[in-house]
């Protein structure tokens, strides 16, 4: 196969590229299962410390745009990546195997969130400004003017995941929220899509340079997170950590960056099993629909989705038995699809195995298979709530198109063992009109459990909106009160800061006493304009 010869293989360095030397590696083609012709090199020590570097020198101009100025850049960016959707399509389809339906959507997806921040950061509202005026005639002391909005962190590391080649990668969320606030981006490219990244980093420079932004507002470095990805976290003049991956992975850059001189918050997406609750009155009048409904849910893109529903919980009963026979046929009928790596898809046919071993679990349905280094097989296992509660390795993430049905014996115990869960990214609730006004106490545990609970829907796909939450408790983010998709995104990357005592002159447009900008403030406690 011909290499491409707008790749080059090297890093983005402000608006330098790296240089050749050091480690090489090859991209894979998962679904011919061979290497593809372009080497990559790893970044030099120095040319991460460059990196970081130059996004410290551009922060405070970063800090300092106005929200036209930095909507103008996400939609210059945003224009780019649109126009080149083809070209990115394509390397990507190579790299990850994912249909071209798939990427083009998620370039869609990307494309619209670089826009929906433009809007918010043009209007400028989300600053959440605050002002309370001086009172010098309060007793027994007076009351000093002071005002308070959100300021940019600074530098930000942004480590892409490996499941979305666009979505959360390069100019995915966490950068478009990062550069929304006002922050410096430096990425770390994800070994498994390196040429996509190369496009992608290439498109964000040139808006960078369009709009006439600093050099370090943006870089890109290639190599293995372990390497590249650790010495950026540990540089001195880093502020926050965007992470979408494993949870030992997300955990090791939260210690890496705990453990710092100056610690530093790091917003990592992590495991989830997004459990379903299934109500014997949903089932009883929808059972085939819901079953087809969550065979595609579990299987969709391979199962290699943050949302994909990894245990399903139901009590015992004639409508749920017929439901798990209907759903486990569906499993078996499920065609093998391809994973985004062979690392990926060893650790999913171990992970499988193993739980398939455990104490009280049943195999009750697996999808052909051939001998592909990529392929994955469905898999539906079943266990009794009691055994699912005493097995805490039965509650882990299973990345891949694995579910796990748990049959409980009645509604008592179905709590008892989301009780026994960890944090997830969704919770979804199957249940009749007749039977959601008696569940309010099963509807508060699951919003106990997860940012985003559905009710009779299936919880992959991800609306990007000003009102979702793509977050919940640990260890599905390392931080439960944000989310890492949506406009609320942005606070991620910002502080708080309070003028007291300042004249007007000398505040931001956002709080002074004529309000140039003309946004929504709380003034003594009430919101005007």
Not at 26 to 54: K, Q, Y
Not at 56 to 83: E, H, I, M, W, Y
Not at 314 to 324: N, P, Q, T
Not at 424 to 444: G, K, R
Request: one cysteine or more.
């Amino acid at each position: 196969m011909s290499s491409d010869p707008s790749l080059t293989g090297l890093s983005f360095i402000g608006f330098t590229r790296g240089r050749v030397g050091g480690r090489t590696w090859r991209a894979f083609d998962p679904a011919a299962g061979s290497e593809l012709p372009e080497p990559f090199h790893t970044a030099h020590a120095d040319e991460v410390d460059r990196a970081a570097e130059l996004a410290a020198a551009a922060a405070p101009a970063l800090a300092a745009l106005s929200g036209k100025a930095k909507a103008a850049f996400l939609r210059a960016l945003a224009d780019r990546v649109a126009a080149a959707t083809p070209a990115l399509a394509a390397r990507a389809m190579r790299e990850t195997a994912l249909p071209e339906a798939r990427c083009q959507g998620e370039i869609g997806r990307t494309v619209g969130q670089l826009r929906l921040f433009a809007a918010l950061v043009e209007k400028g509202e989300w600053v959440d400004a605050r002002i309370e005026h001086a009172d010098p005639e309060r007793k027994p002391v007076p009351k000093p003017d002071h005002r308070s909005m959100c300021r940019p962190l600074g530098p930000v590391a942004v480590f892409c995941a490996s499941n979305f080649p666009f979505a959360y990668s390069v100019a995915g969320g966490d950068t478009a929220s990062a550069f929304a606030a006002g922050c410096p981006v430096v990425v770390v490219a994800h070994q498994a899509h390196p040429g996509t990244a190369e496009i992608m980093a290439g498109l964000v420079v040139s808006a960078v340079r369009e709009v006439g932004l600093p050099e370090g507002t943006f870089s890109m470095v290639q190599g293995d997170g372990r390497d590249v990805g650790q010495r950026l976290v540990k540089h001195p003049t880093l502020s926050a950590v965007g992470f979408t991956g494993s949870r030992a992975g997300g955990r090791a850059l939260m210690d890496l960056a705990a453990a710092r001189p100056l610690p530093i918050p790091v917003y990592a997406e992590m495991s989830s099993v997004n459990p379903v609750v299934l109500l014997e009155g949903a089932l009883a009048s929808r059972g085939e629909a819901v079953a087809s409904g969550m065979v595609g849910s579990c299987t969709l893109g391979v199962g290699q989705f943050c949302t994909q529903p990894g245990v399903l919980l139901l009590v015992r009963s004639a409508a749920a038995e017929a439901f798990i026979a209907k759903l486990a046929s569906l499993f078996a009928a499920a065609p093998e699809g391809v994973m985004l790596t062979p690392g990926i898809r060893r650790a999913y046919a171990a992970a499988v195995a193993a739980r398939s071993a455990r104490k009280g679990v049943r195999v009750l349905a697996t999808g052909p298979s051939s001998d592909r280094s990529c392929g994955a097989q469905a898999a539906l296992l079943q266990v009794s709530a009691s055994d699912f509660i005493a097995d805490g390795t039965l509650h882990e993430e299973v990345f891949g198109p694995c579910s796990l049905v748990v049959v409980c014996d009645n509604l008592a115990q179905l709590h008892r063992a989301l009780e026994s869960m960890e944090g997830s990214l969704t919770a979804t609730l199957h249940a009749s009109d007749a039977e959601l006004p008696q569940q309010q106490a099963l509807l508060a545990r699951l919003s106990e459990l997860a940012g985003r609970v559905i009710l009779n829907g299936f919880p992959t796909g991800v609306e990007v909106s000003h009102a979702i939450v793509h977050g919940g408790p640990y260890p599905s983010l390392s931080d439960g009160r944000t989310t890492s998709v949506g406009s609320n995104a942005i606070y991620r990357f910002t502080r708080l800061v309070c003028y007291q005592g300042f004249a007007d002159a000398a505040l931001p447009d956002e709080l002074k006493e004529s309000n140039p900008l003309g946004i929504a403030r709380l003034v003594d406690g009430v919101r005007r304009v």
